[in-house]
C-alpha cells in the first residue's frame, strides 16, 4: 500500500522529563511519517519511548524540541486547553489499564466524548449503542466497568475512542493486560478501525502482535531504529 | 519498624497534608484552649476581687462592737473587720451612692486607678469613683467641682458640701450603685456616730452556716442584719456572669475541634481507597491490623500530634496576650489587674484542649484503618483500571448531561469526601447561625418591649429614699397626683445571689401599691396573694420549666430553702427577667427584711406615661418633681434604653459571632482543601483519563465547584442541626448574661450576612486551591505511574 500524503508529521521530536532532579530523555530526535488510514505499530522493550510518543502523538505532552502535526495542525504549538479541544474530535485514546470512568456504565462511557464533542444529542445514544455493537458488547451497555471482564473493558475502551469519530485512534500498550484470546480480538477490532479509514497506532511490546499492522516502526532507547512493512493475517 | 519509619517519612515528605494537619490541629487547641484560660483567670481575678469587698461572707446593717468581738472569737473566723460603709444620694441629681471613709476604701477595694485628680487629704474633699460595666448613671461630677452629699445616718439625713479632688475607677462595687464616694474616715465616723454597718469574715467551713452564726452573734448582741452575702467560688454571682459572657466565645469554638476527626478520617479514607491494591498486598503478605495503622492511621496521629504540641505550648501565651491587650477594656485596669494578680498561663487547660485534639483525630484516624483492614485481598489485587470503589446505580442518563452524571455520581461514590466536606461546611454554617439565632432572639425581644401592646411601662425608676416608710407612701400619693402619669407599680426589690442553680443575683419583689399589670403583664395565671406564692418571667420558667402550680425552690444565703408555688407567668423585659414577684409575707421570711438603717430604702416604680411621645421630657420633669418632693434619688431607665440594652447585646453576639465565624472559616478551609487536594491526588489518573477525553482543566474545576455547590446545600441540615444545638446551649449557658433568650431557631438564620460571607469565603478560597491543584496535574506522570 503507498501513502502518498502524512497525516502525522514527527520531526525531530526529543523528550526530557526531570524525576527526582535527574534529566531522563525519553525520547531522542525522533522522525515518523504516518498516512492516513494507515495501521501503524510502535514496538520496543519497556522503557523505549513508545507511551511517550504516544502521549506526545495525543497531545497530552508536548515534545522538549522538534514538531508534531497532525492533518495540518501542528498541535506542539498549542496550548493544554487548545489540544484538549483538539483531542476531543480529532484522537481517540486506549490505554494499557482501559481506565474506564467508574461511575459511568459502558454506555455512558461512549457517551461521555460524544458530549465533549458536541454531537447531537439525538445521535448520541444511537451511535454509542452501534459501536458498543461493532465490540461486540450492546447486551451489556447497562454495566459498570467493574462488571466487566478485563478484554470487555478493553474493548468499550475502543467504542469510547471512536465515539467522538476521530480520523486517528492511539493506542498504549492495549493488549497488555490481557490474554491471547482478547489480544487478537483488540488487535482485529483496530485493524478493522484501519480499515474504515482512520489512522490507527498502537504501541506494543509485543513484536509477534505487532506485525498484525501494516507497518512497524521499531523504538529503543528514545529513537526509531527501523521499519518494517507488510501485515499478518490473524485469521 | 519500616513501616513506622515509612510512616513519619510520610509525614515528611507529603508536606502539604502535614501543614494542613498541623494548621488545623494548632487552631482546634489554640482557639478553645486560650479563650478557655482567659475565662479562668477572668473568674479567679472576679472571685479575688470581689474577695476584697466582701471576704468570704459578708453581713451589713448594724454591728454593735461587743459582736465584733464575739465574731473574732469563733473558732471557724480567722479574720472579722468591722467597717463603716454608709448610703447617700449625690449632687443635684440626687445619685445613690455608698460612702467609705479614705482609710477603708483603700484596704477593701485593693484594685482602682484614679483617672483623673488625686487621693482625698483634707475633710473638705472627696473622691468620687465608679466600677466598670456596672449598670447606672454615667456622669461624674468634675474634678474641682462642689458637690453637695446626703449622708443617711443613724440620726437622720446629714448634709455635706465637698469639693472632688478625684476621679477613680474599678471593677467592684458596692450594694446597688456603681458609685463609690470616698470622704475623710474621722468625719464619716463622726457623723455615723462610729456605727460599724458592715462586717467582712475569713472563715473556715461551710459559709452558709458560718453566715447565720453570725447573724445570731450580731444580732443576739442588739445588732440589726439587713443584708448579707457568701462568697463561695462555685457560687460567685459575678463569676456566674463572666462566666456566662465567656461561653458567648468558648461554646462556638468547640466545632474547630470537631473538625479534627473529620480530616483525618476523610483524607485518611482517600489515600485508602486509593491503596486499596497495596492494602491488598501487604494483607497478602501477611500484615496485620498493627501494621495498618501504622501505616494508614499514625501519619495522621503524628502529624495531629505536631499541630497540637504547637497548640499546647502557644496557647497559654497567645491568652496572655489577648487577655493583656483586648479583654479589659482599658489599658491602666489590665496593667493593675495583671499586677496585682498576674496571669496564670493554666497549663493544664493547653494540655486538656491538646490532648482532646489529638484523642479525637485519633477516632478519625480509626475509621480509614477499618476500611484497610476490610480491604477484600482477592478482589483489590484482581482490580484492574481506576475502579477502587463502586459507584452507585443512578439510572436518569439517557445520552445527556453524562459530565453532570459523573460529577454527582463522584460525590456519592466517594462518600468519604462529599460526607467531610459536609460536616465542615455545616459546622462552619452552624458555628455562625448559632450566634445570630441567638441574636434574633434577643432582637424579638427588643421588639417586644418596644411593642405597646404587649408591654405597657414607659421606665422603670429606681428611687432610693434617705428616710423612713412614710416618704414610700408619700412617694405613691405624689405619683397618682401627677397628671402626666397614667400609670404606676411600686414595688420593693431585694437582691439574692445564687438561690437557684446556676443563676446570678435573682431579685425578689414584693408589692407596695399601683397597677402590678404594668411591669408584669400576665401571661397566664395570677399574681400571688399569700404567702408561698410568686410569679415568674416567661424566661425564667422555660429555662427552669417551670408550669404553673410548679415549685420553685429558692435557697437563700444561709443555705435554707424556701419553696414557692408558681401562680402566674408573666412577660417581663427588662433585667435578665430574673424578678420574682412574691408576696409581702414571703418576702419578709426569705429575706428576713427589716426597715433598713444607714442604708437608703430602694423601690422601683414602673410608670406608664400620659404622652408616649415625649417620654424623656417627661421623665426628666418626673425625675425632677420626685427629687424635689422628699429625700428622693431618682435614677431612670427608659423602656428605649432597656431596648438598646438588649440590641447591644445582640450586635455583641454578632460581632463575636462573625470573628469567630472569620477565624472558622479558615479553619474550614484548610480541612476543605486537604480533603478535595487529597482527593484529587487519589483519583489523578481519573482526571488524566478525562483530560485524555478532550476535558478541559476548566471543566474540572467547574465539577469540583458543582460538587461544593452541591455539598454546601447539603450540608444546611448539618448546619442546622449543629446550630440548634449550639444556640440551646449557648441559650442556657448565657442565661446570666442576657436572661434566658428562646433562640429563634428558624431556617432563615442560616442565610443572613453573618453566616453567608465565611461559607462564601470558605468555598472561594477551597476551589481556588483546588484549581491550583488541578492545573498543577501532572496528566502523563498519572497515566504512566503503575
Do not use: C
Not at chain 1, 202 to 208: G, I, L, N
Not at chain 2, 152 to 162: A, N, Y
Not at chain 2, 510 to 528: C, K, N, Q, S
Not at chain 2, 614 to 627: H, P, Q, T
Amino acid at each position: 500500500m503507498v501513502f502518498s500524503l502524512s497525516y502525522v508529521q514527527v520531526r525531530d521530536v526529543w523528550k526530557d522529563y526531570v524525576i527526582d532532579k535527574i534529566k531522563v530523555t525519553a525520547l531522542r530526535g525522533v522522525n515518523l511519517d504516518v498516512g492516513k488510514g494507515e495501521f501503524v505499530a510502535l514496538a520496543g522493550p519497556s522503557g523505549s519511548g513508545k507511551s511517550t510518543l504516544i502521549y506526545l502523538l495525543s497531545g497530552l505532552d508536548i515534545p522538549t524540541r522538534g514538531s508534531i502535526v497532525i492533518g495540518g495542525v501542528e498541535i506542539s504549538r498549542l496550548s493544554s486547553s487548545s489540544r484538549a479541544l483538539w483531542r476531543r474530535r480529532n484522537v481517540g485514546v486506549v490505554f494499557q489499564f482501559f481506565h474506564l470512568i467508574p461511575t459511568l456504565t459502558a454506555l455512558e462511557n461512549v457517551l461521555l466524548p460524544m458530549e465533549l464533542a458536541g454531537v447531537p444529542p439525538a445521535r448520541r445514544v444511537g451511535r454509542a449503542l452501534e459501536l458498543l455493537e461493532f465490540v461486540g458488547l450492546r447486551d451489556k451497555a447497562g454495566r459498570y466497568p467493574w462488571e466487566l471482564s478485563g478484554g470487555e473493558q478493553q474493548r468499550v475502551a475502543i467504542a469510547r475512542a471512536l465515539a467522538a469519530n476521530p480520523p486517528l485512534i492511539l493506542a498504549d500498550e492495549p493488549t497488555a493486560n490481557l490474554d491471547y484470546e482478547n489480544k487478537i480480538k483488540i488487535v482485529e477490532l483496530l485493524k478493522e478501525i484501519s480499515r474504515m479509514g482512520k489512522t490507527v497506532m498502537f504501541a506494543t511490546h509485543d513484536v509477534e502482535l505487532a506485525r498484525i499492522a501494516d507497518r512497524i516502526a521499531y523504538i529503543r532507547d528514545g529513537m526509531i531504529i527501523g521499519f518494517e512493512g507488510g501485515s499478518r493475517d490473524t485469521r | 519498624m519500616i513501616l513506622v519509619k515509612s510512616a513519619f517519612r510520610m509525614v515528611t515528605r507529603k508536606k502539604l497534608e502535614t501543614v494542613a494537619f498541623v494548621l488545623v490541629a494548632l487552631i482546634a487547641v489554640i482557639a478553645p484552649a486560650s479563650l478557655a484560660i482567659i475565662k479562668d483567670n477572668l473568674k479567679h481575678q472576679v472571685y479575688e476581687l470581689f474577695k476584697d469587698i466582701s471576704g468570704d461572707v459578708m453581713l451589713t446593717g448594724r454591728i454593735p462592737e461587743e459582736a465584733l468581738d464575739k465574731l473574732r472569737e469563733l473558732e471557724e473566723v480567722r479574720r472579722a473587720d468591722g467597717m463603716t460603709i454608709a448610703f447617700g444620694l449625690l449632687g443635684e441629681r440626687r445619685v445613690q451612692v455608698a460612702i467609705m471613709g479614705n482609710n477603708t476604701f483603700d484596704t477593701f477595694l485593693k484594685l482602682y486607678v484614679i483617672k483623673e485628680g488625686r487621693v482625698i487629704k483634707s475633710s473638705n474633699e472627696v473622691l468620687v469613683y465608679r466600677a466598670m460595666f456596672v449598670r447606672g448613671p454615667q456622669e461624674l461630677p468634675s474634678v474641682g467641682e462642689d458637690v453637695s452629699l446626703t449622708i443617711i445616718s443613724p440620726r437622720g439625713p446629714v448634709e455635706l458640701k465637698l469639693k472632688v479632688v478625684g476621679l477613680a475607677t474599678g471593677f467592684n462595687h458596692i450594694g446597688p450603685t456603681p458609685f463609690i464616694v470616698v470622704i475623710d474616715g474621722e468625719l464619716l465616723n463622726t457623723i455615723m456616730n462610729r456605727t460599724v454597718t458592715a462586717v467582712k469574715l475569713e472563715v473556715s467551713g461551710d459559709l452558709r452556716v458560718l453566715a447565720m452564726k453570725a447573724k445570731s452573734v450580731i444580732e443576739g448582741r442588739g445588732g440589726l442584719v439587713t443584708w448579707h452575702i457568701v462568697n463561695s467560688r462555685d457560687e460567685n454571682p459575678v463569676v456566674l456572669i463572666v462566666e456566662s459572657a465567656m461561653n458567648v466565645m468558648t461554646l462556638p469554638v468547640l466545632t474547630f475541634i470537631a473538625m479534627t476527626p473529620i480530616l483525618s478520617a476523610s483524607v485518611g479514607l482517600a489515600i485508602v481507597v486509593r491503596d486499596s491494591r497495596i492494602v491488598a498486598v501487604m494483607k497478602a503478605l501477611g500484615v496485620g491490623l498493627r501494621e495498618l495503622f501504622v501505616t494508614y492511621s499514625l501519619p495522621w496521629i503524628v502529624r495531629t500530634l505536631l499541630g497540637a504540641l504547637l497548640g499546647f505550648i502557644t496557647s497559654p501565651f497567645i491568652a496572655r496576650w489577648l487577655y493583656l491587650n483586648y479583654f479589659v477594656g482599658e489599658d491602666d485596669i489590665s496593667r493593675a489587674l495583671y499586677e496585682r494578680f498576674g496571669f496564670n498561663l493554666e497549663w493544664g487547660i493547653s494540655a486538656y484542649y491538646a490532648t482532646l485534639v489529638v484523642g479525637l483525630s485519633f477516632l478519625g484516624a480509626l475509621i480509614p484503618l477499618i476500611v484497610a483492614y476490610r480491604v477484600n485481598v482477592v478482589n483489590a489485587i484482581s482490580m484492574v483500571g481506576l475502579h477502587a470503589y463502586r459507584a452507585p446505580r443512578i439510572g436518569w442518563s439517557k445520552g445527556r448531561f453524562v459530565i453532570l452524571r459523573m460529577w454527582f455520581s463522584d460525590m456519592v461514590a466517594r462518600w468519604w469526601k462529599t460526607l467531610g466536606l459536609m460536616l465542615t461546611l455545616g459546622l462552619l454554617l452552624g458555628l455562625s447561625s448559632s450566634g445570630v439565632m441567638l441574636s434574633l432572639g434577643l432582637e424579638e425581644w427588643v421588639g417586644v418591649v418596644k411593642d405597646r401592646s404587649l408591654t405597657f411601662f414607659d421606665a422603670i425608676l429606681i428611687v432610693s429614699i434617705a428616710g423612713d416608710w412614710s416618704y414610700v407612701d408619700k412617694l405613691s400619693e405624689l405619683l397618682e397626683s401627677l397628671e402626666y402619669v397614667k400609670g404606676y407599680y411600686m414595688s420593693i426589690p431585694y437582691s439574692l445571689a445564687s438561690s437557684i442553680e446556676g443563676l446570678t443575683f435573682i431579685e425578689l419583689r414584693a408589692p407596695i401599691h399601683g397597677d402590678p399589670t404594668i411591669e408584669f403583664p400576665l401571661i397566664e395565671g395570677r399574681y400571688p396573694d399569700g404567702k408561698g406564692e410568686v410569679l415568674v418571667s416567661k424566661g425564667l420558667a422555660s429555662y427552669k420549666n417551670l408550669r404553673l402550680g410548679d415549685v420553685l425552690r429558692l435557697r437563700d444565703s444561709f443555705g435554707l430553702t424556701h419553696e414557692l408555688k408558681v401562680v402566674g407567668i408573666s412577660r417581663v423585659y427588662h433585667d435578665r427577667g430574673f424578678q420574682l414577684l412574691v408576696s409581702w409575707d414571703s418576702f419578709k421570711e426569705i429575706t428576713g427584711y427589716k426597715p433598713s438603717l444607714g442604708r437608703a430604702s430602694v423601690v422601683k416604680v414602673a410608670v406608664q406615661l400620659e404622652d408616649q411621645a415625649k417620654v424623656e421630657v417627661l421623665l426628666e420633669r418626673l425625675r425632677e418633681d420626685i427629687s424635689t418632693k422628699g429625700p428622693y434619688g431618682v435614677d431612670t431607665l427608659s423602656r428605649d434604653s432597656i431596648a438598646e440594652t438588649f440590641k447591644a447585646s445582640s450586635t455583641t453576639i454578632k460581632s463575636i459571632t462573625a470573628i469567630m465565624s472569620f477565624l472558622a472559616s479558615v479553619a474550614a478551609t484548610i480541612v476543605a482543601s486537604a480533603i478535595v487536594i487529597s482527593d484529587i491526588s487519589a483519583k489523578s489518573r481519573e482526571v488524566a483519563v478525562l483530560t485524555s477525553l478532550g476535558l478541559i482543566d476548566r471543566q474540572v474545576i467547574v465539577g469540583y465547584t458543582l460538587q461544593f455547590l452541591t455539598t454546601t446545600i447539603a450540608s444546611i441540615p448539618v448546619a442546622y442541626i449543629v446550630s440548634r444545638a449550639i444556640t440551646r446551649l449557648l441559650a442556657e449557658r448565657t442565661v446570666n448574661l442576657t436572661g434566658y433568650i428562646e433562640p429563634v431557631t428558624s431556617l432563615e438564620a442560616l442565610i443572613t450576612t453573618i453566616t453567608i460571607t465565611p461559607l462564601i469565603l470558605t468555598i472561594i478560597a477551597s476551589i481556588t486551591i483546588t484549581a491550583i491543584t488541578v492545573r498543577r496535574l501532572d496528566i502523563v506522570r498519572a497515566l504512566s505511574d503503575l
